[in-house]
């Protein structure tokens, strides 16, 4: 995560005013002391030197909130609403994986299927009511029989003569409603898109269960500025608005 404009500005400014002090010093201190103006000068270079320190801690401090979230990219491979990549280090940055995520979000609504498929699903429902249309959703994206979960494809071998390399398989909601199956990833896109499509705002949180790394995550959705509900479908059917023990969390717009 680069400096912002701000923060650069800052450091830049105290630098000068730091310059200009010491300047100031050494052409005032034969002076009597009462008419010496460069203790302000001082002043103002070390609040502004500490205002950017301050920025950069921020900075810094939310960037180690990412921490690794799966693994990161060596290569990836796109078709037909799936997306492969492998891994040859033990840290993915999370923005990367949300990026690709809302990816996934933005062109499944654009999918005339999927949009059919979502309507359908709540189409009982009386309408704008938030609880039934999202239980719906969540009901039926949690019920094996439509969405199972399943992992990722296991590590094997991509190119002949060559090493087992671990991979991780990323699908639009389409992908995910035709194989019938998905890991925590593949069922925070499929709700996303699926409760978007009926109206709600939406959202990813990515979990802890330990605060050590980051290992799950799930969409949430609401209306009009209503109550965040959680879909976390990973939990099985009868759990709508329930969310796993988690040591903290970070949220992301879908």
């Known amino acids: 995560m680069k400096a912002s404009k701000t923060e650069i500005a800052l450091y830049a400014l105290s630098g000068v005013s730091l310059i ?6 050494f052409n005032q201190r034969k002076k009597p002391a009462e008419d010496r103006f460069y203790a302000p000068m001082f002043a103002l270079s070390g609040g502004l030197l500490v205002g950017a320190g301050a920025m950069s801690y921020k900075r810094m401090s939310s960037r180690a909130l990412a921490g690794g979230l799966g693994l990161t990219n060596d290569s990836t491979h796109y078709n037909n609403g799936m997306t492969l990549r492998t891994w040859s280090d033990p840290e993915m940055d999370v923005y990367s994986r949300v990026e690709l995520l809302q990816g996934l979000v933005a062109s499944s609504n654009k999918d005339p299927l999927v949009r059919k498929k979502a309507l359908a699903v709540t189409h009982t429902c009386p309408a704008r009511d938030d609880a039934c249309e999202l239980s719906a959703i969540f009901e039926h994206n949690s019920d094996p029989e439509n ?37 925590c990833d593949d ?9 978007s499509q009926n109206g709600f705002d939406t959202k990813f949180r990515i979990t802890s269960n330990t605060g050590a790394t980051w290992d799950h995550i799930y969409a949430m959705a609401r209306r009009n500025g ?13 759990k709508f608005g329930k969310e796993p023990r988690q040591a903290k969390h970070l949220d992301f717009p879908a």
């Open 147 to 183: 969405v199972r979960y399943t992992g990722d494809i296991g590590a094997h071998v991509l190119v002949p003569g060559g090493e087992p390399e671990a991979v991780d398989t990323f699908q639009t909601a389409k992908r995910t409603l035709e194989f019938r199956g998905g890991d």
């Open 226 to 238: 209503g109550k965040w509900r959680a879909l976390d479908t990973t939990l099985g059917p009868g």
């Open 20 to 25: 200009g002090a010491v300047i100031t010093y």
């Open 187 to 195: 069922h925070a896109v499929l709700n996303a898109t699926m409760a």
